[in-house]
């Protein structure tokens, strides 16, 4: 059963902001909603995650709405590199060898 | 900055062979996972490895595949006859230092059965 529902392709022009969405709408009090991205056929590249709070890092924001049923990915300045599948994966983080489920993600595409 | 290593990038085999393929995780790790990702589809879960043995499997990971840390760098996946279907990317990753839950992925091995 799928976790999350995400937008199957967005395109956002190069130096905007791209928000990604991403509903998780029976997430549970203790699952972590985490990003990934694979650019091409690399591998998946971990980008960001969160519980609650709203998180940023070098790479991105993730802003998580007060009821924790859905989510967004902000990378603040596109660029070219940015073009890449993007993953939003909703798990609990008590086992190290749990495994992480990916679904189809969002194809994003920016634009010059 | 630390990364995952997969040798090689691509590997070429006939259908029936034996293929190993190689991974280097990030060396204060200690769990280690494969993944795979058939051309234009999902990626999938394979095996979670921790300790010298298997964590967690999927359905996937049938008796023609096995994994082993052969040494303290090296984390590996043995396929040993492979099969047409086998054909896909190959991802290794690792996790499991203290204060992290997050999975480093590998560049992936392209496995070509024939």
């Known amino acids: 059963d799928a976790k999350t529902t995400q937008p199957t392709s967005m395109d956002c022009a190069e130096g905007r902001a791209a928000n990604l969405p991403c509903n998780h709408s029976?997430?549970?009090?203790?699952?972590?909603v985490y990003w990934y991205r694979q650019i091409h056929s690399q591998g998946p590249q971990y980008i960001i995650h969160?519980?609650?709070n709203n998180e940023t890092n070098e790479m991105a924001s993730l802003i998580i709405t007060e009821d924790r049923k859905s989510s967004t990915l902000i990378l603040p300045h596109a660029t070219l590199r940015d073009t890449a599948v993007y993953y939003c994966?909703?798990?609990?983080?008590?086992?190290?060898?749990?495994?992480?489920?990916f679904g189809p993600g969002t194809r994003l595409s920016v634009l010059p | 900055e630390p990364e995952v290593t997969q040798t090689p990038s691509h590997q070429v085999t006939q259908m029936g062979q034996e293929v190993i393929l190689r991974c280097v995780p990030i060396?204060?790790?200690?769990?280690f996972y494969w993944y795979r990702q058939i051309l234009g589809q999902k990626v999938e879960f394979l095996v979670s490895?921790?300790?010298?043995?298997?964590?967690?499997k999927s359905e996937i990971f049938d008796d023609q595949f096995s994994v082993e840390r052969p040494d303290g760098s090296n984390f590996t996946l043995k396929i040993r006859s492979t099969k047409l279907e086998d054909s896909a990317m190959y991802f290794c990753?690792?996790?499991?230092?203290?204060?992290?839950?997050?999975?480093?992925f590998g560049p992936g091995t392209r496995l070509t059965v024939t």
């Open positions: 990753a690792s996790s499991g230092n203290r204060d992290s839950y997050e999975q480093y």
């Open positions: 029976t997430i549970s009090g203790n699952e972590y």
């Open positions: 969160g519980l609650k």
């Open positions: 994966i909703v798990r609990v983080d008590d086992n190290y060898g749990q495994n992480f489920v």
């Open positions: 060396s204060n790790h200690l769990y």
């Open positions: 490895f921790y300790n010298n043995e298997i964590s967690e």
